[in-house]
Each structure stands twice: as structure tokens, then as C-alpha cells.
């Protein structure tokens, strides 16, 4: 009597990215698409940041050049005065017009009008340092979020293999490998997501700091030549240079 061997033909599965995206369970794939956006989205971040830093360094450089010329500080005012305005020329602009304001109301009292350069001045650095690290908190959440949220869609993938591995009564690598490769590979997406936008955050928040350093450098200076000035000319309260 023969006995006749079945052969069953193992399932293909398609273990390349795309299969795998494909074949996932629809939470996993909604966590996969999720974090995709979420690098996306942090990638726009660093690219128009790196750009933004780049161009505020410049034109920090381009203006510290202007005032350290020995140009007139009215002079300089009046050709900056129309134009947009960020970084130092902001700073700059902000003291000059409380100085010409505080003048042309006669307001020739050193010790308040130093004491109002002083607070236009801080505020302008906050709102340039508000503009600097705008968005940036969005590379710090993934940062820190997204390897968590990987690590969700991982053990919900593996749930569902030994879900398979339950309806099919096998414990083989085929039954079981496709789930668990859908798993890692969710895991593999955080990273992606997470690792560049923690390195990103370091580097841009370091850059961020420095530019708000020269800022906050300039602002004294100015401070202190437009005090010079207050004490060298106190009857002359209509002259801003």
C-alpha cells in the first residue's frame, strides 16, 4: 500500500517595504502612514529652518558692518526704517524709535528713558526668539514620541502573528514571520522619524542660541551708545544722532 505525501506549498508573502505596508494590519498601517507625515512634516521644519538661521546670519553679519561703519545712528535709522525688518536692524529700529519718540515728547528724564529702552529692547528679542524657535517643538515631540508610537504598532503586529499562530495551529516561520516583520518594520519607521529630528532639534536649538547671544550683544550696545549720547547732550532732546 503507497502512502501518499501531500505537499503543501508554502503562502508568499512579500517581504519588501511596500508588501509589508500592504499587508499590515490597518492599525499598523494607520501608524506607519502617521509617522511617514510625521517625518515628513519635521523634515519640512529643518529644511526651512536650516534656510531661515542661514539668511538671519547673513543679514545679522551684512547690518553689524553697516553700524560698526560709523555711520549716524539717525542716518542709519532713516535707511532701514522702510524695510523689513528681523535680527538686528529689528532690535536696532525698536530703540531708535522709543529714543525719537521719547525726544520729540521731551521726555528728557535719563533714568526713564533708559529704563524704557531697556524693556522695547527686551521685547523685540523675545519676539525674535519667538520667531526663531517657532515649530521647532515639533521636531522635540517626535523626538521623544515617535519611537513610542513605533513601538505601538510593534506589539499590536505581534499580537496579531500569534493571533496566526493560534488559527493555524503552526508555529512555522512562514505563519509567523510576515506578521512579525510588520511589526519591526513600524519600529523601524519611529526611528526614521524620530532620530533625525533629535539631531535636528539639538543643532537648530544650538544655532538658536547663538543667534539670540548676538542679539542680546547688539541690544547693549546700542543701549549703551544712545545712553552715551542721553549724557553727553542732555539739553538736546530733538537730536536721535
Not at 517581504?15 to 517625518?39: E, K, N, P
Not at 545712528?73 to 524695510?83: E, F, V
Not at 544655532?207 to 538736546?236: C, K, M, N, Y
Request: hydrophobic share 55%; charged share 20%; glycine share 6%.
Amino acid at each position: 500500500m503507497e502512502t501518499v505525501v501531500e505537499t503543501v506549498a508554502p503562502i508568499a508573502h512579500d517581504m519588501s517595504m511596500v508588501g509589508l505596508f500592504m499587508q499590515a494590519d490597518w492599525v499598523v498601517r494607520s501608524i506607519m502612514i502617521g509617522l511617514l507625515l510625521l517625518s515628513i512634516a519635521c523634515w519640512a521644519v529643518i529644511l526651512s529652518k536650516l534656510a531661515a538661521y542661514g539668511r538671519a546670519r547673513r543679514e545679522m553679519k551684512q547690518f553689524d558692518r553697516i553700524f560698526a561703519s560709523g555711520e549716524p545712528l539717525g542716518a542709519i535709522y532713516q535707511r532701514i526704517k522702510d524695510r523689513p525688518r528681523t535680527g538686528l536692524s529689528a532690535v536696532f529700529a525698536a530703540a531708535m524709535e522709543e529714543w525719537t519718540v521719547s525726544h520729540a515728547d521731551n521726555a528728557a528724564n535719563p533714568a526713564g528713558l533708559q529704563t524704557r529702552l531697556r524693556i522695547v529692547l527686551d521685547t523685540t528679542i523675545a519676539a525674535e526668539i519667538e520667531r526663531l524657535d517657532r515649530n521647532l517643538a515639533l521636531l522635540a515631540t517626535t523626538g521623544s514620541a515617535a519611537p513610542f508610537i513605533g513601538l505601538f504598532g510593534t506589539v499590536w503586529g505581534i499580537m496579531n502573528s500569534f493571533t496566526a499562530i493560534a488559527a493555524a495551529e503552526s508555529t512555522s516561520l512562514s505563519v509567523v514571520a510576515p506578521g512579525i516583520a510588520e511589526a519591526l518594520f513600524a519600529t523601524a519607521i519611529g526611528l526614521v522619524a524620530a532620530i533625525p529630528a533629535v539631531i535636528a532639534y539639538n543643532k537648530l536649538s544650538g544655532d538658536s542660541g547663538h543667534i539670540v547671544t548676538r542679539l542680546e550683544a547688539f541690544a547693549d550696545r546700542v543701549s549703551v551708545l544712545l545712553s552715551r549720547q542721553l549724557d553727553a547732550r542732555p539739553a538736546d532732546v530733538r537730536s536721535a544722532a
